[in-house]
């Protein structure tokens, strides 16, 4: 048998990963600031705001972990 040779498979996976990474490290860090907002100056809008991250980080979470619309 044959083995195929996925290298390049491997290292594109591997600079994504490292992308996402950073990202959520930058995601964490924000959320741990509360996005860079003081309670006096929360709105309606930053309220919005957060279901909307929310909304899409359920996407992403339901699709890595197979729920939701996703689940099989």
Same mark, same amino acid.
Do not use: C, V
């Given at each position: 048998?044959? *083995?195929?040779?996925?290298?390049?498979?491997?290292?594109?996976?591997?600079?994504?990963?490292?992308?996402?990474?950073?990202?959520?490290? *930058?995601? #964490?860090?924000?959320?741990?600031?509360?996005?860079?907002?003081?309670?006096?100056?929360?709105?309606?809008?930053?309220?919005?705001?957060?279901?909307?991250?929310?909304?899409?980080?359920?996407?992403?979470?339901?699709?890595?972990? #197979?729920?939701?619309?996703?689940?099989?």
């Amino acid at each position: 048998m044959k *083995r195929t040779d996925n290298t390049k498979a491997l290292d594109a996976f591997l600079a994504k990963k490292a992308e996402f990474d950073a990202m959520l490290a *930058r995601l #964490q860090t924000l959320s741990a600031e509360h996005f860079n907002w003081t309670p006096d100056e929360i709105n309606w809008g930053h309220a919005g705001t957060m279901t909307h991250y929310a909304e899409m980080l359920k996407a992403i979470s339901d699709s890595a972990f #197979q729920e939701g619309e996703f689940a099989t």
